[in-house]
């Protein structure tokens, strides 16, 4: 059974960090492409964070760049999104999703699997 599970997620005050985790289990990681996207309270599902099979490539959403940084460890089968200075904007839940493409979509449905989500709120 393929599982991504997401970690890590809490509350905090603006300025403060977080550091999710994604654990896969089932499945390789260092045969997928992988992503990190968000919904926040009454907004749909949006990409924040897009990182290729090695990780040598990430590619950040404006509204993210310069605070979160993506990385993965193909061996322990785990992918991190470290946010620092985060904003009550940034308040969503979190998933982590695996694509097969090689590089990285923009597009949900491209995506295979999907974690359950985890929650982030920043207060202000």
């Known amino acids: 059974q393929v599982q991504l599970i997401e970690s890590g997620g809490g509350s905090v005050q603006a300025g403060g960090s977080l550091k999710l985790a994604c654990t896969a289990s089932g499945l390789r990681l260092s045969s997928f492409s992988m992503a990190w996207f968000r919904q926040a309270p009454g907004k749909e599902r949006e990409v924040a964070v897009r990182?290729?099979?090695?990780?040598?490539?990430?590619y950040y959403e404006d509204s993210v760049k310069g605070r979160f940084t993506a990385s993965r460890d193909n061996a322990e089968n785990t992918m991190t999104l470290e946010m620092n200075n985060l904003r009550p904007e940034d308040t969503a839940d979190y998933y982590c999703a695996a694509s097969m493409s090689a590089n990285p979509p923009n597009q949900e449905n491209e995506y295979l699997y999907w974690g359950q989500g985890i929650r982030v709120t920043v207060s202000s």
């Open positions: 990182i290729n099979w090695s990780g040598k490539n990430t």
